[in-house]
């Protein structure tokens, strides 16, 4: 299976982003995050940067790979960060989701609806093409599609990029994704053993009645989320499903608009929740969950420091 890749991606990317680099205020006998370690001194705006000039790298390595197969393609031009990073830069936890819930609905939403065709050069070009051509051009972009098995398990159901586009990631980020799968099942111990540990086991058990409490049953701390993840989802099938399909350019991918009432009100729903939801999580979690990660996560990079000095970015 080829899911493996994309999910140490998203590990990645989860270990960088929520760490925000090194945060300590330099007490050298406390252990050290693993975000943190695999951040090193860099804060989110600089790991950011360095995700982006990778992007930059990738997409250059694309056009390099296409001119080859007889094809023109521009490298995307990846614009700004996504409202929520740069905010979150400039308000305190508490400010942001005072005023923007998880930045999910409130901000983000058309990050989710996928890329606007009439900023996409490289569909410029696929519509100018005849179908025989826009095949042999989707073909070397991509590589040949995966079957689609509808009886099949959803979480094997992982798109792995092929053709140029499998070529130039495996150019840039190759070897520190292989590491990184490497790594994958000793991160998903790592995370199985702190979530058992009884005192995160406890917290936890003091959140959910906090929730409770407030009129909300949730078992998990990040179910709120995946609550507003959902919601979206379902607003976003309904405007792609409210399409006629009879009148769908594939060199045009359509952007339908998201229904405004049902956005506002899944909006005011994820503010109703992030305050619930982050309030309970200060009073009993927040300080619990971070001490013992850090325990656990010393251990872990003792253990495989080998590995990860492979995968930190500032290297």
Known sequence: MLKVRVGAVVAAAALALTGCGSDDDGDATSPESLAGFLGGDMDQEQLMA???????????????CMAEEGFEYIPSDLGDLPASFEL????????????????ISTLDAELFMGPDAAD???????EEMDDAEREAYERALSGEMAEF???GDPDEMVFEPGGCQGEAFDEVQGERMEVFQELQPAFMELEERIQSD???VEAEQEWQACM?????????????????????????????GALDPGEIDPAQPPQPELDPDALAELQEREL????????CTDEHLAEVDEEIRQEYEAD???????LLEQVRVDQ
């Open 120 to 126: 996409d050069p490289n569909l410029a070009i696929q």
């Open 198 to 200: 009884p005192r995160v």
């Open 272 to 279: 109703e929740l992030a305050a619930a939801e982050g309030a």
């Open 300 to 306: 872990f990079i003792e253990e495989h420091r080998e």
């Open 212 to 240: 409770q409490e407030a009129g909300y049953d949730f078992t998990e701390r990040f179910e709120p989320q995946g609550e507003i993840f959902e919601a979206l989802n379902e607003l976003q099938e309904q405007a792609f």
């Open 88 to 103: 979150r830069e400039e308000l305190s936890e508490e400010e942001f989701r005072a005023e923007y819930g998880y930045g």
């Open 50 to 64: 360095q995700a982006q000039a990778e992007q930059r790298e990738i997409e250059e390595a694309i056009a390099e």
């Open 149 to 151: 098995d509808p009886d």
